[in-house]
């Protein structure tokens, strides 16, 4: 288990964007029955989502929010010495998006700009790369960009996945004040259960091709998806999230002199509710720390962790404010963070149709 500890480092502020078009999940019956999909939503606790339009990439996003952020906080540009864009649906193969983002956000040539490419633990990885990268140099202001667009690389016509997914973006400023104290996180992975969520072709290990794009019955229930779109081993991923999430919780704490009472809030991967409730169950959580956006955003992978502290605590982090952070996911990897926020200032929520803020 790989902890890493970090001083006088945190987030000043935070907003996020979401595509307009909202899908509301009881309603989605193009190919499912209404009976199917209220039983899904049941279970699920996803009532609706946000999908990206044809326009409209994680960059976007990530764009709208960054420069709403920016706005909110009278930002000067040229102090942004560091950004750092996490996706797993960015723009192109290459180049990085972070370059791309760098430039469209009028930041100056010596910003230093990198993407990190990981699934849904991948705001705390971000953080922690930040973080360590803050910590030890004379970087004076960094922006962590972290957007999704999973709404492009899972079937509709897959039961398993298609009332899950849902898009955003987030913005989060990182700046150097000992007034943040010490921040705690831990990261792991386990590659040999790589194939529980994945898209097995459109990479360099299996190209695109005529065949890859084609989508295909794939199980006994008429399931379709072809091999560029995503799969999930959902019973595997629970059996995977319920032992090894609660495990990794408790160890940070230990490792951190902490009681699991004594966090302001307790922020989870927006997987599903039923993943979420059985792991506060299990950890006797108090549910009041613990907001939700699982019905209003389902799954937005990486984005889940900060999209849902923007949603949902804006106007809370006032004063000093100590948040447990977890999220699990593709790879398989997962993550525990222990970070203070002080002050933290939280911008509205901004609308993105065709590519631009609405």
Known sequence: MAFVQYEGVGITAMSAAVPKCVIKNRAYTDVFSSKEAN?????????ERRFADSETCSSDLCYAAAEKLIADNHID??????LVFISQTPDYRMPATSVTLQHRLG???????????????????????VYGMMERSGLRKALLLDGETRSKVYSPRDRRSAFLFG???????????????KSTISMNSDGSRAELIMIPAGGYRKMSSAETVIERVIDEYGNMRSEEQGYMQGGDVFNFVIR?????????????????????????HQANNFINSYIAKKMKLDTSKIPSTI???????????PLTI???????????KELLLSAFGVGMTWATGIVPF???KISDIVEVEHGHAV
Request: aromatic share 8%; glycine share 8%; hydrophobic share 40%.
């Open 107 to 129: 930041l100056p040539h010596s910003t230093i700009a990198f993407d990190i490419n990981l699934g849904c633990s991948a705001f705390m990885y971000g953080l922690s790369v």
């Open 244 to 268: 090894e999430i609660p495990r990794d919780i408790k160890k940070t704490l230990t490792y951190a002199e902490k009681e699991i009472d004594s966090f302001d809030y307790v922020v989870f």
């Open 295 to 305: 019905a209003k955003f389902g799954n937005t992978s990486s984005v889940s962790v």
């Open 310 to 320: 923007v949603s949902e605590l804006q106007g809370k982090l006032d004063g000093k």
């Open 77 to 82: 540009r040229e102090e942004i010495d560091l």
């Open 167 to 181: 898009d955003g973006g987030v913005a989060a400023l990182i700046e150097r004040d000992p007034k943040f104290g």
């Open 39 to 47: 039983e899904i939503v049941d279970k699920t606790g996803i009532e």
């Open 342 to 344: 002080v002050d933290c």
